[in-house]
């Protein structure tokens, strides 16, 4: 299997509406792309908060496998389940933080 796509957001941070704090990043990717049952998920998350002048205070993480399955005639149902839910450290202003799990 290949390495899984990079995920990527970046958010502008602001206190009291209007004080700009700068932005902070967040990458997640997976060690593959898929998975066989009872296989260890190698996940990494970095979080890049160098332009930033606010501290993240925690950050959570949770990972949902969503199945969707449609019949030819349009019916379908959808289920979704939480495989991981972790609350770690933040990241101080200024720092950046990888996490592996």
Do not use: W
């Amino acid at each position: 299997m290949v390495q899984s796509q990079q995920k990527e957001s970046m958010g502008n941070i602001t206190s009291c509406c209007c004080l700009d704090k700068g932005f902070t990043t967040a990458r997640m990717s997976f060690a593959k792309d898929g998975y066989t049952p009872g296989e260890l998920v190698q996940m990494i998350i970095e979080v890049d908060n160098t332009n930033c002048t606010a501290n993240i205070t925690t950050m959570s993480i949770m990972v949902t496998n969503t199945v969707s399955l449609r019949s030819a005639n349009g019916h379908g149902t959808t289920d979704s389940r939480t495989l991981f839910n972790k609350t770690v450290n933040g990241v101080p202003m200024g720092m950046s933080y990888v996490v592996y799990f």
